[in-house]
């Protein structure tokens, strides 16, 4: 990593940050070759402003892959315009997000979610289906309603709970054991439609990559 550069939350005209970014971008190219660097962005729907100002004023960084999150991987905004969804294939973003389990208890949860709220229920929404048991667990464990008291327990509550989002146990720092990670790309089709596909997934306990859909 050869810089950061964070923006505020409240930022519409990105030039200053793409000033910044195509500077940092030349003198690495310079010193690793252009084959050898990525921009890795770190951002919400945000991003796909950024990559119209770039494509318009800075079109050489569309020429490296661009890296992002969950922040942005699916997000509809990158491919519901010609010109975003232009400048976002360009650069792939090729994004992340934390792949849930398929098992007999999500897949009951998600047709039951389905009838009643009839939206699609993200890793986000049975994550926090997860979290609201664990949170109940703890507190009847505790005995109390007390954040002290909870905190103490929460990670052996945790670490017994396989709900709809999979194992929910917590590593020492307090994060929860990583699993799966689908691996999302914008692409266009023949007629300049955009859409976010799946190639493939990252499994952290082999810490291996799997393509699906050949290699972005």
């Not at 030039?15 to 690793?32: E, G, M, P, R």
């Not at 119209?52 to 922040?71: C, E, H, K, V």
């Not at 699609?120 to 703890?138: E, R």
Request: aromatic fraction near 12%; glycine fraction near 8%; charge should be negative.
């Amino acid at each position: 990593m050869v810089d950061k550069i964070p923006y505020d939350t409240t930022t519409t005209d990105f030039t200053a940050i793409l000033t910044k970014l195509n500077t940092d971008y030349q003198s690495a190219v310079t010193t690793y070759g252009a084959g050898k660097v990525a921009i890795y962005d770190v951002a919400f729907q945000e991003a796909g402003t950024m990559l119209i100002q770039a494509q318009t004023s800075f079109s050489n960084l569309l020429t490296p892959t661009w890296f992002g999150s969950d922040g942005e991987a699916t997000l509809s905004q990158f491919v519901n315009g010609t010109a975003v969804t232009t400048a976002t294939s360009k650069v792939k973003l090729i994004s992340t997000l934390y792949a849930p389990q398929n098992n007999t208890m999500s897949l009951a949860f998600l047709k039951v979610f389905s009838a009643q709220s009839h939206e699609a229920c993200s890793f986000y929404c049975l994550g926090s289906y997860d979290d609201t048991w664990i949170a109940a667990l703890s507190i009847l464990q505790a005995g109390k309603n007390d954040g002290t008291a909870i905190d103490t327990v929460l990670p052996g509550v945790a670490a017994g709970f396989n709900g709809v989002s999979g194992n929910n146990a917590l590593q020492a720092s307090g994060d929860r054991v990583p699993g799966s990670y689908e691996i999302w790309k914008v692409t266009t089709d023949s007629s300049g439609k955009g859409s976010w596909i799946n190639v493939g997934t990252w499994d952290y306990t082999a810490d291996k990559v799997t393509w699906t859909a050949g290699q972005p």
